[in-house]
């Protein structure tokens, strides 16, 4: 088998290992007891196998989807992206994408052509509260129950103000619960710093985790059937079980996330083709990721797993934090000077 066909083959391969399902199944039934309105989110670190377990979700919770036939969109899958200027979240170009994802027969069309433009252009004029009116409506006519939005943590970028993204998402669950859908936002582990601006979201939102493989014995050990599996994909320009040999080596560099493996092992392939050599680990370990890449990464999981740790409520530290956010007991009138300050006879602050 020659390397892009491995390659190809990494990419398509399913392997269901037990971390992932484990969050379809508890995403399946969450999804299919929530109630409009509610707010599902599904978060991990990058790369694992979030957007994979959308397109499960849609599957197993709507069946066959015959749009054509009739007219019916049950789950409705939109990217949130940085599309505004200087990088910013616009909220407007993303109500357009969720024209477009809904089929909206005037706001949803794109020209194929840059000739082709009465239909964006009208849409460019159109302002904000006028296209949500329209996507209301599309989504009921549409018969829309679920709206998934991918790479959720984007919306931080609307503005600098902290709460500019909750107020972006809370938006959201607005309409979904105008609209009778169930708001399942997923993304990366800064999405919960985003929700976390606010408790009244906090308390009605349902929480999938998406983890990766940690260092305990039972982790580890499903981890190395994972690399047993790809091991038996890459034998024709491997030696012999080089990634269960390089075990130790390949979870310390992938974080013990499958979707940073399966792409190290992409380049490692690719690298073999270019240079004629067998994939060993020398060549796993020449492009494995620089200390600087999984410095940023490993920051960003640690601070992420850091949101997932129980609280308890007996412990000094969980009531001394409960203390800093509660207000200081006033020792006085608001707006009025208190007499101590002064001496007696000068309390004006004057002469005489």
Same mark, same amino acid.
């Given at each position: 088998?020659?390397?892009?066909?491995?390659?190809?083959?990494?990419?398509?391969?399913?392997?269901? !290992?037990?971390?992932?399902?484990?969050?379809?199944?508890? &995403?399946?039934?969450?999804?299919?007891?929530?109630?409009?309105?509610?707010?599902?989110?599904?978060?991990?670190?990058?790369?694992?196998?979030?957007?994979?377990?959308?397109?499960?979700?849609?599957?197993?919770?709507?069946?066959?989807?015959?749009?054509?036939?009739?007219?019916?969109?049950?789950?409705?899958?939109?990217?949130?992206?940085?599309?505004?200027?200087?990088?910013?979240?616009?909220?407007?170009?993303?109500?357009?994408?969720?024209?477009?994802?809904?089929? !909206?027969?005037?706001?949803?069309?794109?020209?194929?052509?840059?000739?082709?433009?009465?239909?964006?252009?009208?849409?460019?004029?159109?302002?904000?509260?006028?296209?949500?009116?329209?996507?209301?409506?599309?989504?009921?006519?549409?018969?829309?129950? @679920?709206? @998934?939005?991918?790479?959720?943590?984007?919306?931080?970028?609307?503005?600098?103000?902290?709460?500019?993204?909750?107020?972006?998402?809370?938006?959201?669950?607005?309409?979904?619960?105008?609209?009778?859908?169930?708001?399942?936002?997923?993304?990366?582990?800064?999405?919960?710093?985003?929700?976390?601006?606010?408790?009244?979201?906090?308390?009605?939102?349902?929480?999938?985790?998406?983890?990766?493989?940690?260092?305990?014995?039972?982790?580890? &050990?499903?981890?190395?059937?994972?690399?047993?599996?790809?091991?038996?994909?890459?034998?024709?320009?491997?030696?012999?079980?080089?990634?269960?040999?390089?075990?130790?080596?390949?979870?310390?560099?992938?974080?013990?996330?499958?979707?940073?493996?399966?792409?190290?092992?992409?380049?490692?392939?690719?690298?073999?083709?270019?240079?004629?050599?067998?994939?060993?680990?020398?060549?796993?370990?020449?492009?494995?990721?620089?200390?600087?890449?999984?410095?940023?990464?490993?920051?960003?999981?640690?601070?992420?797993?850091?949101? @997932?740790?129980?609280?308890?409520?007996?412990?000094?530290?969980?009531?001394?934090? &409960?203390?800093?956010?509660?207000?200081?007991?006033?020792?006085?009138?608001? @707006?009025?000077?208190?007499?101590?300050?002064?001496?007696?006879?000068?309390?004006?602050?004057?002469?005489?």
């Amino acid at each position: 088998m020659k390397a892009p066909q491995v390659i190809s083959k990494l990419n398509s391969t399913k392997i269901v !290992h037990r971390n992932w399902q484990l969050a379809l199944g508890e &995403a399946f039934a969450a999804l299919s007891l929530a109630s409009p309105g509610d707010v599902v989110c599904i978060t991990g670190p990058s790369r694992a196998g979030k957007t994979k377990l959308i397109t499960e979700l849609v599957g197993l919770l709507c069946g066959e989807i015959d749009f054509e036939r009739d007219g019916i969109l049950p789950a409705v899958i939109v990217d949130a992206e940085n599309t505004g200027p200087h990088g910013r979240f616009s909220t407007k170009a993303f109500t357009l994408k969720l024209h477009q994802a809904v089929r !909206h027969p005037i706001y949803g069309v794109i020209g194929q052509e840059f000739s082709d433009g009465p239909a964006n252009t009208k849409a460019d004029r159109t302002n904000e509260p006028t296209l949500r009116f329209a996507l209301e409506n599309a989504f009921r006519l549409r018969k829309t129950r @679920f709206l @998934f939005v991918d790479e959720a943590q984007h919306v931080r970028y609307v503005s600098k103000d902290s709460q500019g993204g909750y107020a972006v998402m809370d938006s959201w669950k607005c309409m979904a619960k105008t609209c009778g859908l169930v708001l399942v936002v997923v993304g990366a582990y800064p999405i919960l710093q985003v929700i976390g601006h606010s408790p009244h979201m906090i308390g009605r939102k349902s929480q999938i985790h998406l983890p990766r493989y940690y260092a305990t014995d039972h982790d580890l &050990a499903e981890f190395g059937k994972i690399l047993a599996t790809y091991d038996q994909i890459i034998a024709d320009i491997a030696i012999e079980q080089v990634l269960t040999q390089s075990a130790e080596m390949l979870y310390h560099g992938s974080l013990g996330c499958i979707g940073l493996l399966r792409n190290w092992l992409g380049r490692a392939v690719a690298r073999s083709h270019a240079t004629g050599k067998q994939l060993s680990p020398a060549l796993l370990k020449e492009v494995m990721f620089s200390k600087a890449d999984l410095a940023a990464i490993s920051e960003e999981i640690y601070q992420g797993e850091k949101l @997932f740790e129980p609280a308890d409520a007996h412990s000094q530290s969980s009531r001394d934090r &409960a203390m800093k956010v509660m207000p200081p007991k006033s020792k006085g009138k608001p @707006f009025q000077r208190k007499p101590k300050r002064y001496a007696p006879g000068n309390r004006t602050g004057g002469d005489g």
